[in-house]
């Protein structure tokens, strides 16, 4: 019994020991390409890890921006989403301590474990705002998981930052009605150039398609046509990352979900691990919009400066 108890005991202290907060005065903690633009992108990346035993035997859902081995992945987004849409810009994004994919098995444990990643992110915004930012114009994008955060952020923004706020990208994240009619912030896109708006989208084959945290939008907008009806859209692009195949797609908002339903894409390595589900197209959020996305926050970072 007593041997019963040391171990427990070990086991909660094991528990006990918290990751590390990442310190955003620390270089360490950002992915950061300064271009000497005029104007900024603040990117908050998507779920790069899945759960994992640490050094001393805890699972763990929540990354250490100090390990090397799971900043590996962030790294890889981070610099892969710049390559794709950066180029006109200065690109800032925080390592943060992101929730595992296993998460998102049920709202009950995302719930639970985004209040960290949340506070990690709004912490980095603030330092960015304060100390890298020099009164710049920004965009602000976000990625499934970084979307969801992104949301938060959008609810607190103070009205002198949103101000030089050019646009949000909430992409493959739904927005709900609440917050779409409460908080003065989130002002959903019309159009492909108006200011200070919310570009929200998930693309699915289908609504049945739909992940479960992710069944129904209040905000969406079209990223190739920019209309927030049904109006269809085409584009031809390479069905997946290095594949030859070409793909003509068909893309068009699904006024009852407010899903964006993509029909046509012939890939068959897009299916998340652990949640994912065919015809369900997070993993391909930014990259089959890719040119779109980039066009877009040019012309709506022009129109800002020529304001």
Request: aromatic share 8%; proline share 4%.
């Given at each position: 019994m007593f041997l019963t108890a040391v171990l427990g005991c070990k086991q909660s202290e094991k528990h006990a020991i918290e990751l590390q907060e990442p310190q955003y005065s620390d270089t360490s903690q950002w992915f950061v390409n300064n271009r000497n633009a005029q104007a900024d992108i603040f990117y908050i990346i998507s779920t790069e890890i899945g759960d994992y035993t640490d050094s001393i035997g805890v699972v763990r859902h929540h990354a250490d921006t100090y390990s090397d081995s799971l900043r590996s992945p962030m790294y890889g987004e981070m610099k892969g989403v710049d390559a794709l849409i950066g180029e006109n810009f200065n690109f800032y994004s925080p390592y943060y301590r992101q929730c595992s994919l296993q998460?998102?098995?049920?709202?009950?444990?995302?719930?639970?474990?985004?209040?960290?990643?949340?506070?990690?992110?709004?912490?980095?915004?603030?330092?960015?705002?304060?100390?890298?930012?020099?009164?710049?114009?920004?965009?602000?994008?976000?990625?499934?998981?970084?979307?969801?955060?992104?949301?938060?952020?959008?609810?607190?923004?103070?009205?002198?930052?949103?101000?030089?706020?050019?646009?949000?990208?909430?992409?493959?994240?739904?927005?709900?009605?609440?917050?779409?009619?409460?908080?003065?912030?989130?002002?959903?896109?019309?159009?492909?150039?108006?200011?200070?708006?919310?570009?929200?989208?998930?693309?699915?084959?289908?609504?049945?398609?739909?992940?479960?945290?992710?069944?129904?939008?209040?905000?969406?907008?079209?990223?190739?046509?920019?209309?927030?009806?049904?109006?269809?859209?085409?584009?031809?692009?390479?069905?997946?990352?290095?594949?030859?195949?070409?793909?003509?797609?068909?893309?068009?908002?699904?006024?009852?979900?407010?899903?964006?339903?993509?029909d046509g894409f012939t890939a068959t390595d897009y299916i998340l691990p652990v949640i994912g589900k065919e015809g369900n197209y997070h993993s391909r959020e930014i990259w089959l919009y890719r040119d779109y996305l980039k066009q877009n926050m040019e012309l709506r970072s022009k129109k800002y400066q020529d304001k």
């Open positions: 998460t998102y098995i049920s709202d009950s444990l995302a719930n639970a474990r985004m209040p960290i990643s949340k506070q990690d992110v709004k912490k980095a915004f603030k330092y960015y705002i304060e100390n890298l930012n020099t009164s710049r114009p920004f965009i602000l994008a976000g990625y499934s998981q970084g979307a969801m955060i992104l949301t938060e952020i959008l609810k607190g923004i103070d009205d002198i930052t949103f101000s030089r706020m050019i646009a949000a990208y909430v992409i493959g994240a739904t927005i709900d009605s609440v917050s779409a009619k409460n908080y003065p912030h989130i002002i959903p896109a019309q159009k492909a150039d108006d200011l200070g708006v919310t570009i929200c989208y998930n693309s699915v084959k289908n609504p049945d398609c739909a992940l479960n945290i992710l069944r129904k939008s209040a905000v969406c907008i079209n990223p190739v046509n920019w209309t927030t009806d049904s109006t269809s859209a085409t584009i031809i692009t390479k069905s997946s990352f290095h594949a030859e195949k070409i793909d003509t797609l068909t893309i068009k908002i699904d006024g009852k979900s407010g899903l964006l339903c993509v």
